[in-house]
């Protein structure tokens, strides 16, 4: 099927382009890019480099995705971005490349990325996410599915934040924050569980009452970290997908997990 092409923009030839792809006036296109079937360029957005944008995802004036990584161990060689389908990137978003040869900056299917936010080398984002304006997001930096970024809030290098977690506003994320919570505050900290946003997720009244015995267990019964996870495993509910899902998450934190607030 036939692109639209303005006769201003600017696509290399080494770039692959799928069926239907718009591209608007001043778009750049370069490197080794590859646009999947339906995408959407606005003016003046650029994808470059060794970048694969999947299907119906739509690119607003003044992206930036797949420049090279800002990290100054950068040595060379080919790392780049890939990208699932329908993502919306808004206004002055930037996703960087990955900072090691052959590796990648991931984002999955189905986000939404508002206004000025940043995406920095090797973060890893899965699906359902939406980042409000000017989220900043560092190097490494790993956000599960259907997680809620709020606006200008920043997150650290290496911090995981959990599916179906909330970040408030002007939070500063400084350690991994678990599945289902809202966290705020500077440094951020757990005040609550995601209520709304679980029952908005389909999530059953018994598996919010496990979120709920989560939450109390690990921020509001007084035991440190390692006792809370002894308890929870030894839990007559933890061969349950919730008790399971936080003790794995657990395992995996290299940042140690946000306290809850006092």
Request: charged share 20%; proline share 3%; glycine share 12%.
């Amino acid at each position: 099927m036939a692109h639209r092409i303005h006769p201003t923009a600017i696509v290399e030839p080494t770039v692959e382009l799928g069926d239907e792809v718009e591209i608007g006036p001043f778009a750049f296109v370069g490197g080794t890019a590859k646009l999947g079937a339906g995408t959407r360029l606005h003016h003046h957005a650029s994808v470059e480099g060794n970048t694969v944008l999947g299907e119906g995802c739509e690119v607003f004036p003044y992206c930036s995705i797949g420049a090279k990584t800002q990290d100054l161990k950068y040595k060379g060689g080919n790392p780049g971005v890939r990208i699932g389908d329908h993502n919306v990137f808004r206004e002055y978003v930037s996703v960087h490349g990955a900072t090691n040869d052959g590796e990648f900056t991931t984002i999955g299917s189905h986000n939404t990325i508002l206004a000025y936010s940043h995406v920095a080398h090797d973060c890893q984002l899965g699906n359902h996410i939406i980042a409000s304006n000017s989220v900043g997001l560092a190097g490494h930096v790993i956000v599960e599915d259907h997680a809620i970024l709020g606006a200008v809030c920043g997150v650290h290098q290496f911090c995981r934040i959990g599916a179906y977690s909330m970040i408030s506003a002007y939070a500063k994320v400084v350690q991994d924050i678990a599945p289902w919570f809202i966290a705020d505050g500077i440094p951020a900290v757990i005040r609550s569980i995601n209520k709304v946003g679980l029952e908005r997720n389909g999530f059953a009244v018994e598996q919010l009452d496990r979120v709920k015995l989560i939450h109390r267990i690990l921020f509001r019964d007084g035991l440190n970290r390692s006792q809370a996870l002894e308890k929870l495993a030894s839990h007559a509910s933890a061969e349950s997908a919730e008790f399971k899902q936080i003790l794995a998450f657990a395992a995996i934190c290299t940042r140690g997990l946000a306290p809850g607030s006092s």
